[in-house]
C-alpha cells in the first residue's frame, strides 16, 4: 500500500532494521536543535577559508545549477549562514528549509524531513586539523555542498521524492538500496553539461581533491546513471570515489526514479550489494573505464596520488 501521510514520524515496527544511534539528552523524537549555534569568529573563519578554497576550483567543474544556487543564496557573503536567513530566502525559490541537528540522524527522521522539504544540517563546524577530511558531515558539507542544489525546482523535488521513498524502503528493509542511490547522485553524482561533465554531488562540492579527481582523474569510471544498477553497488564512505554515475539532466534523474516501480524492485533484490564499487558490466553505459591506479596502489591510507 502506497504511503501518502508524510505528516508524522513512519512507524519503526520489530521487522525494521536501521542502525541504531544514541539520541541525545535535550533533541527530541525529530531530533532537531533548538535552535542553531552561535559560532565564534574562529569557526566562522573556518567556512571562509573552505569557502575561498572550494571556489578556486569549482567555476568550470560544478553544475550550474548549483552555481546558480551559490549566487541566489549568496552564501558567501562571510561567516556560517544564519539558517532562520537562508531558510526563509530558500522558501521564497523552492518551499524548503535548513534545520540544525546534532550529529548524523536516523535514517527515518531523515527521510521525514525530506518528506516534508526539510535538509537537516549538521549544527557544528570542522576544526582547522580536519580541514581536508571529516567522516561526519559538518555544516559546511551540509550547508555549502546541500543547500545550493535545493533552489533549483527539478533537484529540490527529487530531493522530497527521495524522502518519501525512504518509508518503502524501510518496509522491504532495503535501506542499503536506497542509500546507494543516495550516494551516487545526491552525494557524488556528475551531470552531463555545457559539452562535458560537471559535478552536483554535495561530497565532491564540498572538497577540492574529489572536485578535480571526479572529472579529469584517469582512475574512476565513468557510468550513466541506470537506477536498478545503481542500488545493487557498494560504496567507499572515506575515500575518493572509484565510480561516478552520470545524469542527463535533472528531470530524468527525476523521472527515472519517481516513475520507478521500487516495490517490484526491491522484491528482487538481495539483501547485500551484487556489484564492487570497481565494476563496469555488460548492461553499463561507460563513458568512461578507468584504470583504477589510485585504488590499485592503496587509495587515501597509502598516500596514492589521485591521478
Not at 158 to 163: A, D, L, R, S, V
Not at 195 to 206: E, H, K, Q, V
Amino acid at each position: 500500500m502506497a504511503e501518502t501521510d508524510f505528516t508524522r514520524l513512519p512507524d519503526l515496527g520489530a521487522h525494521i532494521y536501521t542502525a541504531p544511534l544514541q539520541r541525545p539528552l535535550g533533541v527530541a523524537e525529530d531530533w532537531l536543535e533548538p535552535a542553531q549555534r552561535v559560532y565564534t569568529a574562529v569557526e566562522h573563519a573556518v567556512w571562509d577559508a573552505l569557502f575561498a578554497r572550494q571556489m578556486d576550483v569549482l567555476p568550470g567543474r560544478a553544475a550550474s545549477a548549483f552555481l546558480a544556487g551559490l549566487d541566489k543564496l549568496d552564501l558567501g557573503r562571510g561567516g556560517v549562514p544564519e539558517f532562520a536567513r537562508l531558510s526563509e530566502e530558500l522558501g521564497a525559490l523552492t518551499g524548503w528549509s535548513v534545520v540544525p541537528v546534532p550529529m548524523l540522524i536516523p535514517d527515518h527522521v531523515f527521510f521525514w524531513h525530506l518528506a516534508n522539504r526539510r535538509f537537516p544540517a549538521g549544527n557544528f563546524i570542522r576544526t582547522r586539523d580536519q580541514f581536508d577530511y571529516i567522516q561526519e558531515p559538518d555544516v559546511f558539507h551540509d550547508v555549502f555542498g546541500h543547500v545550493p542544489m535545493l533552489a533549483d525546482p527539478t533537484y529540490a523535488d527529487y530531493m522530497q521524492e527521495y524522502g518519501r521513498a525512504g518509508w518503502k524502503a524501510m518496509r522491504h528493509n532495503r535501506l542499503k538500496a536506497l542509500g546507494a542511490l543516495y550516494w551516487y547522485t545526491v552525494e557524488f553524482g556528475l551531470i552531463q553539461e555545457a559539452g562535458g561533465l560537471r559535478a552536483y554531488g554535495a561530497g565532491i562540492l564540498s572538497g577540492p581533491t574529489e572536485a578535480v579527481f571526479c572529472l579529469e582523474a584517469e582512475s574512476p569510471n565513468r557510468i550513466m546513471l541506470n537506477v536498478d544498477r545503481v542500488m545493487r553497488t557498494d560504496y567507499v564512505i572515506d575515500d575518493l570515489q572509484p565510480t561516478y554515475f552520470v545524469i542527463e539532466s535533472f528531470a530524468a534523474l527525476y523521472h527515472d526514479t519517481v516513475d520507478r516501480d521500487f516495490d517490484r524492485l526491491y522484491r528482487s533484490l538481495p539483501p547485500g550489494f551484487t556489484y564492487a564499487n570497481t565494476a563496469v558490466i555488460d548492461v553499463d553505459d561507460v563513458l568512461h573505464r578507468g584504470t583504477q591506479e589510485y585504488f590499485l596502489r592503496g587509495g587515501r591510507g597509502s598516500g596514492a596520488q589521485p591521478v
